[in-house]
């Protein structure tokens, strides 16, 4: 497994633009695909974006499509989450989330195992 650790989150206005990154330990990161998953106060956690381990398929919850990208860099070991014209519903904890690659397909969800402690994305309105 990874041990990913995020950073990036902070206090925005709607409108406005965050860059999430996930720093993740080990040698084999290149091996696994890596999510972006949220958890608003007192809903369930739900998935956001996920690139596979090759790097190809990258795939979003519909309500993220054409605000947010993910993207990874295998050579500093970090996937990353640009978000662009923030809305106040996308106020949450976001989770960095790993999985070993090469068993699930584009828009799969399942599967994820390793995770960060999270950081806090608040948007006002």
């Known amino acids: 497994q990874v041990q990913l650790v995020e950073s990036g989150g902070g206090l925005v206005q709607a409108g406005g633009s965050l860059r999430l990154s996930c720093a993740a330990s080990g040698r084999s990161f290149s091996s696994y695909d890596m999510g972006w998953f949220r958890q608003a106060s007192g809903k369930e956690r739900e998935f956001v974006a996920a690139?596979?381990?090759?790097?190809?398929?990258?795939y979003y919850t519909l309500s993220v499509k054409g605000r947010f990208t993910i993207s990874r860099d295998n050579a500093k070991n970090s996937v990353y989450l640009e978000m662009n014209s923030l809305k106040p519903e996308d106020t949450a904890v976001y989770y960095c989330?790993?999985?070993?690659?090469?068993?699930?397909?584009?828009?799969?969800?399942?599967?994820?195992?390793?995770w960060g402690h999270g950081t806090q994305v608040t948007v006002s309105s």
């Open positions: 690139v596979l381990w090759s790097g190809g398929a990258k």
């Open positions: 989330a790993a999985r070993l690659g090469g068993g699930y397909g584009p828009g799969s969800i399942t599967g994820f195992s390793s």
